[in-house]
């Protein structure tokens, strides 16, 4: 049991002595079980049969590290039975079991990882080696290399100093052999033009030369060159002078003769003055353009060869300045910012001229693409030339021109709606002169209002195009803001509306004897437009305007409930007119009527006169023209016997009293007395009473003006009694068909009663006609 308990696999017998070399075996394995368990990392309080309290140092331990078979088994003899020695050895027996065949498990399933692990170690072994014999020979290697150099720079270190010292004698003599060919060399490269390399050679000379020159030979080759710099700054001064060549070869050639030395200030100069005279042949060239013999190219290619010839070359001539004559200080500054500003302003001028051409073409495409790329074109030089300000100087051009098309296209606005006017005006004309029915005022309405609105937003599509984004003067303060606020919205909506309203004005300022030559049907349109512009087309338009053209500038703007009441106020101007010269053509011919008859000697009536139908057929005409364009309005509740009223001089008591037919002239002031007293309890009736936008307003004015008319003539007359007779008829027939035009047909039975009151009054014998004789004719009528 003893060398059971030694260990799992152990192979010892009962009689093996623990201090030979198998006793050392249990602790190789116990090791190996440790380790296997830290690989499948297992703790020591996991393992099994060991309870959880016990101590590690504790030699009956089994699953201890100091575990002492010995000390085990005189503790079991000591204090266990036989029974329970034998259960002791069977449990033994079976973990130990159990614990080769857990170690067979770990083996098989591990095998793989321990071959190839062995394997790894093994060919570790065999690089280290290598790896150490090619370390010994490296530094073997490195030892003898070492010595060799050593050897190397103690034999040649006499030879090295004086290679050194002849290439410093070579150096030296390649220098004399340079300067002692230096004459020959530019004498070469002066005549073959080669300019540049001719100064770089004399710089490269010229210092040593200055140094030497005490020296006889070093001063002839001195002089020599001298001579030859003097002839080559003659020759480069005078291809500078010819000024055939462009900007940079003009660059260069100033450029040569300041490397020879040459004054800067006579340079600066005529540098200045020769890119003058490239300069104004290029203004020429484009004022040759301008000339009215040639066909002017449009603008975007005036603006192209502009920006290409001129701008380009003022580019040039300021760059290769700037860079030539930076050491000059201020006072080079300004002659250049003097000479930029000078032909600037020139250039500006002709640019100028030709986009005022441009003023009366319609289309602002191609000339916002021509401001773009003179504005593109004048960064570069604004940037080079900041004190000049020619990128300004463009913006404000730019900016101009701006408020020239907008001004340009209020100007077309004005000229559409006039032009609007006119094709109404023949519109109306027209089917009188042929005969034949025209379109109607709803219609001819509808495209008026369809005409002016596509106009307008026709105007706004092309000033909108001064404020895209791809444009490169869009993002300008000016165009951001008050070209947004006050030029498009200000000065070209609200400025058309309103010159749109005192157009339609005017027609109210010079109605003539007759109305003037305005059409009323002309006054009625422009009444309804205005009002349709004041409920919505003010408020739509504005709105468009300002969604399209963003507005960030802070200047006060028209209020929209502004320019709609100016409408509301123009419309109903327009409409008190209409009904003044619809009012005055029919009052015309009752006056006339009125005058044009002799009332005293008149026979007895027996029909209607016809200025009477005419008067009711010209109302009911002016009834459907009114109903074409407005609402009908709010008429007072309308009695039933308003068509069977008859007018007569007995229509009330007191007026049965007056015309009796004791009646006699010798009572005149008590009929004036009475008719005074009537007045008075009379409502008075306000002829020229405000016009509301609705037919029946406008054809109670109509009526009320043609009635008191009629009122005004038949007071100034005297009557007979058939004379009498007649007006009543007269009146009798307007009533009935007037009444139901008026929004209250008391007024009308108001007028015709004072109509025929006031004939009655200037009757010597008023013996009136029978009511139902007067039904009769009128119905006849």
Not at 280 to 300: H, I, K, N, R, W
Not at 551 to 573: F, G, H
Not at 762 to 772: A, K, L, Y
Request: proline share 5%; glycine share 8%.
């Amino acid at each position: 049991m003893a060398a059971a308990a030694a260990g799992p696999g152990s192979g010892s017998g009962p009689g093996d002595s623990p201090e030979g070399p198998e006793a050392e075996a249990p602790e190789r394995r116990r090791k190996a079980h440790g380790m296997l368990k830290l690989y499948y990392g297992l703790s020591e309080g996991e393992s099994a049969g060991r309870p959880a309290g016990s101590d590690p140092l504790d030699p009956t331990d089994l699953n201890g590290a100091h575990f002492d078979p010995e000390v085990y088994l005189d503790k079991l003899r000591r204090e266990c039975p036989l029974a329970q020695l034998m259960d002791s050895e069977t449990d033994m027996v079976r973990q130990i079991r159990a614990l080769d065949s857990d170690m067979q498990t770990l083996v098989y399933e591990n095998y793989n990882k321990f071959i190839s692990a062995t394997d790894t170690i093994r060919k570790m072994k065999n690089d280290f080696r290598k790896m150490e014999d090619e370390m010994d020979r490296l530094a073997t290697n490195m030892a003898v290399i070492t010595d060799f150099s050593a050897r190397i720079s103690a034999t040649l270190q006499d030879r090295h100093e004086r290679i050194t010292k002849l290439a410093g004698v070579h150096a030296l003599l390649r220098k004399l052999q340079f300067l002692f060919e230096l004459p020959s060399c530019l004498t070469k490269c002066v005549e073959l033009g080669a300019y540049g390399q001719a100064v770089r050679y004399q710089g490269r000379a010229r210092a040593v030369l200055q140094q030497y020159q005490h020296l006889p030979s070093f001063r002839a080759i001195q002089d020599d060159c001298q001579v030859i710099t003097a002839r080559l700054a003659q020759q480069l001064r005078q291809r500078f002078r010819e000024g055939g060549s462009g900007a940079p070869e003009q660059a260069e050639c100033v450029e040569l003769l300041l490397a020879l030395g040459e004054p800067a200030e006579e340079l600066c100069d005529e540098f200045l003055a020769n890119a003058r005279g490239r300069l104004e042949a290029e203004l020429q060239s484009l004022e040759a353009e301008l000339g009215p013999s040639p066909p002017a190219p449009d603008v975007l290619e005036f603006t192209d060869h502009g920006g290409s010839g001129f701008v380009g070359g003022l580019c040039q001539v300021a760059s290769a300045y700037q860079e030539l004559f930076a050491a000059q200080g201020p006072a080079g500054a300004e002659k250049l910012t003097a000479f930029a500003q000078e032909l600037g302003g020139r250039y500006f001028a002709l640019v100028e001229r030709r986009l005022a051409q441009e003023q009366g073409s319609g289309d602002n495409s191609l000339l916002v693409r021509a401001l773009d790329r003179f504005h593109r074109r004048l960064r570069a030089p604004g940037a080079l030339l900041a004190a000049a300000g020619l990128a300004e100087a463009a913006t404000e051009i730019v900016e101009r021109v701006a408020r020239e098309r907008l001004g340009h296209h209020l100007q077309g606005l004005r000229a559409a709606f006039l032009g609007c006017l006119t094709d109404v005006r023949q519109a109306l004309a027209a089917p009188r002169l042929a005969g034949k029915e025209g379109p109607g005022l709803a219609e001819l309405l509808a495209n008026v209002a369809s005409s002016i609105l596509s106009h307008i937003k026709a105007s706004l599509a092309a000033v909108h195009l001064f404020t895209a984004k791809e444009v490169s003067f869009s993002n300008k303060p000016y165009f951001r803001g008050e070209f947004c606020s006050q030029g498009v919205r200000e000065g070209l909506i609200v400025g058309f509306i309103r010159s749109m309203c005192q157009t339609a004005q005017s027609f109210c300022d010079s109605p003539g004897e007759k109305g003037g030559a305005t059409p009323p049907a002309l006054l009625l349109l422009l009444s309804r437009l205005c009002l349709d512009y004041e409920t919505a087309t003010i408020s739509y338009i504005l709105t468009l305007t300002d969604e399209q053209f963003l507005v960030q500038d802070q200047s006060p703007v028209t209020p929209v409930s502004t320019l709609c009441a100016e409408a509301r106020e123009t419309a109903r101007r327009l409409l008190t007119h209409y009904v003044k010269v619809q009012g005055l053509v029919i009052s015309q011919m009752l006056r006339k009527s009125v005058e044009t008859r002799d009332w005293l000697s008149t026979l007895e009536p027996r029909n209607v006169r016809a200025v009477m139908k005419r008067v009711v057929e010209d109302t009911t005409a002016i009834d459907v023209q009114v109903g074409l364009l407005y609402e009908e309005g709010v008429r007072k509740a309308q009695s039933s016997d308003s068509s069977k009223r008859t007018f007569s001089v007995y229509s009330s008591s007191r007026q049965q009293g007056r015309y009796a037919p004791s009646y006699t002239p010798s009572a005149p002031m008590d009929t004036n007395l009475l008719s005074n007293i009537q007045k008075l309890f009379s409502e008075r009736i306000d002829v020229f009473s405000p016009v509301e936008f609705n037919k029946v307003s406008v054809l109670t004015g109509i009526i009320k003006i043609s009635l008191k008319t009629l009122l005004e003539c038949v007071r100034l007359r005297t009557f007979g009694r058939f004379g009498l007779q007649q007006v009543q008829v007269d009146c009798h027939f307007l009533q009935l068909y007037l009444w139901r035009f008026v929004a209250d047909e008391e007024l009308v039975h108001l007028l015709l009663d004072e109509v025929v009151a006031s004939a009655a009054l200037r009757c010597p014998d008023p013996v009136p006609m029978e009511p139902s004789v007067v039904e009769v004719i009128c119905e006849r009528g």
